[in-house]
């Protein structure tokens, strides 16, 4: 995030402290500029444009030291929100630099020339505006907005990726807690066909044996089970109710497994 941040408030201030015809041509075309208009100023003489020379070259250092600074607080720590104070202290200063170069014209011997109070007041007014615009342009109270946005995005971004890894981690949860689930159903359901199919043959034999016995008994006596009923001897015909009794028991019982296999 540091590095767009670093993008947009560079242009900011490059665009506010050199104006956009000369934003490229970075710190070294307001020098040229004032270096260019002294040169051509109609001074008194050598010793006038010596003292003046002097002076402007000593506040230009102070100015590229000065904006320099400027854009070091910008791009100032990320953790740090609070830098418009700092960058209006600092712009005072660069305030101070101007009057000090404004004061060299108490440096030329005698009485100073039209052209050199000129050069001075001119150029004067100008850097002060230019630093006063600086100061309106509150590019440290935008800085300080952007980067706070920021934060505050970042901090927005990591609460949804830990909400994202506690959904994650829940359904997680959720998938092992429905496989146990799963697994549990399927043993349920195998134990109850096994206990089922234990049911089923116990009928089964039981249903068998019924049949068998009664078929015997039919045989035996050449006669239908109706006729039977009513000339068998008495054990016998224990045998053939017995038989009958659990033929009509187990019914409901093949009913209900024939159920469970469907």
């Given at each position: 995030?540091?590095?767009p941040?670093?993008?947009?408030?560079?242009?900011?201030?490059?665009?506010?402290?050199?104006?956009?015809?000369?934003?490229?041509?970075?710190?070294?075309?307001?020098?040229?500029?004032?270096?260019?208009?002294?040169?051509?100023k109609?001074?008194r003489?050598?010793?006038?444009?010596?003292?003046?020379?002097?002076?402007?070259?000593?506040?230009l250092?102070?100015?590229?030291?000065?904006?320099e600074?400027?854009?070091?607080?910008?791009?100032?720590?990320?953790?740090?929100?609070?830098?418009?104070?700092?960058?209006?202290?600092?712009?005072d200063?660069?305030?101070?630099?101007?009057a000090?170069?404004?004061?060299?014209?108490?440096?030329?011997?005698?009485t100073?020339?039209?052209?050199?109070?000129?050069?001075?007041?001119?150029?004067?007014?100008?850097?002060?505006n230019?630093?006063t615009?600086?100061?309106?342009?509150?590019?440290?109270?935008?800085?300080?907005?952007?980067?706070?946005?920021g934060?505050?995005?970042?901090?927005?971004?990591?609460?949804?990726?830990?909400?994202?890894?506690?959904?994650?981690?829940?359904?997680?949860?959720?998938?092992?807690?429905?496989k146990?689930?799963?697994?549990?159903?399927?043993?349920?359901i195998?134990?109850?066909?096994?206990?089922?199919?234990?049911?089923?043959r116990?009928i089964?034999e039981?249903?068998?044996?019924?049949?068998?016995?009664?078929a015997?008994?039919?045989?035996?006596?050449?006669?239908p089970?109706?006729?039977?009923?009513?000339?068998?001897?008495?054990?016998?015909?224990?045998?053939?109710?017995?038989a009958?009794?659990?033929?009509?028991?187990?019914?409901?019982?093949?009913?209900?497994?024939?159920?469970?296999y469907?």
């Amino acid at each position: 995030m540091r590095k767009p941040l670093t993008f947009i408030v560079t242009f900011l201030v490059t665009a506010f402290l050199f104006g956009l015809r000369v934003a490229d041509a970075g710190y070294d075309a307001r020098a040229s500029e004032l270096r260019e208009i002294l040169k051509r100023k109609d001074l008194r003489d050598d010793k006038e444009r010596e003292v003046l020379t002097k002076a402007l070259d000593d506040y230009l250092k102070h100015r590229q030291e000065c904006l320099e600074a400027l854009v070091r607080i910008i791009e100032a720590s990320s953790s740090d929100t609070n830098q418009e104070q700092v960058l209006l202290y600092r712009i005072d200063g660069c305030r101070e630099d101007v009057a000090r170069f404004g004061d060299s014209v108490k440096s030329i011997p005698d009485t100073p020339s039209i052209g050199a109070f000129n050069f001075l007041g001119v150029s004067q007014v100008e850097e002060v505006n230019f630093f006063t615009n600086l100061t309106k342009a509150k590019i440290g109270e935008r800085r300080d907005k952007i980067l706070m946005n920021g934060k505050n995005v970042a901090d927005k971004m990591n609460a949804l990726d830990e909400k994202w890894r506690f959904l994650l981690d829940r359904d997680n949860s959720l998938d092992e807690y429905q496989k146990k689930i799963r697994e549990q159903l399927v043993e349920i359901i195998d134990l109850a066909f096994d206990e089922s199919d234990r049911e089923r043959r116990t009928i089964k034999e039981r249903l068998v044996g019924s049949t068998q016995a009664i078929a015997k008994l039919t045989k035996k006596y050449g006669r239908p089970i109706r006729e039977l009923l009513q000339n068998l001897p008495s054990d016998e015909l224990k045998l053939l109710a017995s038989a009958i009794d659990a033929i009509e028991t187990l019914e409901p019982s093949i009913e209900a497994y024939a159920k469970i296999y469907r």
